[in-house]
């Protein structure tokens, strides 16, 4: 008879030890197989914990998004759009922790209990202020999309900021040929303000909230 998974290992310590796997050496190398080794687990311990591959990245997913304050996005004395600012800020700045990390969004619905809480004071924060349940549903898509499009972008940033030793070689060098985006470009590196918040800003402007 094979032995059963370790009573000192839990689902949490799986996950981190899939987060250091993941940072090391990118998320082709997480897999039940690897992250049991890294823990001194058979594979067919892990499958007592997790199932697949699909759902150790889920549970990593949710992760990150347990980090997330909601309770200071709650804060009913703040007014709806400081809700949702200090939500997204934090939200990103979570992802930020796990630089690359957004990828595994893609590994499924967000349907965990921490992903659906996020969503849920998105919704509160935009009802908060009157806004219709209907309306608050599309606001919360469009700044969840928002955000983790945002993050998406950091963490592309986040390989070119790599050293000079490990940054990968631009596809594509030559200014002149592309003039608005690398004025743009350039406008952006000068720029004093988060264009993040700025963005966000201007998105929450086209919404309607008493």
Do not use: C
Request: glycine share 10%; aromatic share 6%; charged share 20%.
């Amino acid at each position: 008879m094979k032995p059963g998974p370790r009573r000192s290992i839990s689902q949490a310590d799986i996950v981190d030890a899939a987060f250091e796997i993941f940072e090391e050496k990118g998320g082709d190398a997480v897999s039940i197989r690897g992250v049991a080794a890294r823990l001194g687990l058979t594979p067919t311990a892990m499958y007592t914990y997790f199932t697949s591959k699909n759902a150790l990245q889920r549970a990593m997913v949710e992760q990150v998004f347990s980090g997330v304050d909601l309770a200071g996005a709650s804060d009913p004395s703040l007014p709806w759009r400081a809700r949702v600012q200090r939500l997204a800020a934090d939200v990103r700045a979570r992802f930020a922790e796990h630089p690359g990390a957004i990828v595994l969004v893609a590994s499924g619905p967000l349907d965990g209990r921490n992903a659906l809480s996020f969503g849920e004071t998105l919704l509160e924060g935009f009802t908060s202020g009157g806004m219709p349940l209907a309306d608050a549903a599309r606001a919360t898509a469009v700044v969840r999309a928002y955000v983790l499009g945002a993050v998406t972008l950091d963490a592309s940033d986040a390989g070119r900021d790599t050293d000079a030793a490990d940054a990968p070689a631009p596809l594509w060098t030559e200014a002149t040929q592309h003039p608005l985006t690398e004025a743009a470009r350039l406008l952006d590196a000068d720029s004093a303000g988060d264009p993040f918040a700025t963005g966000l800003d201007r998105l929450l402007d086209g919404w309607s909230v008493a």
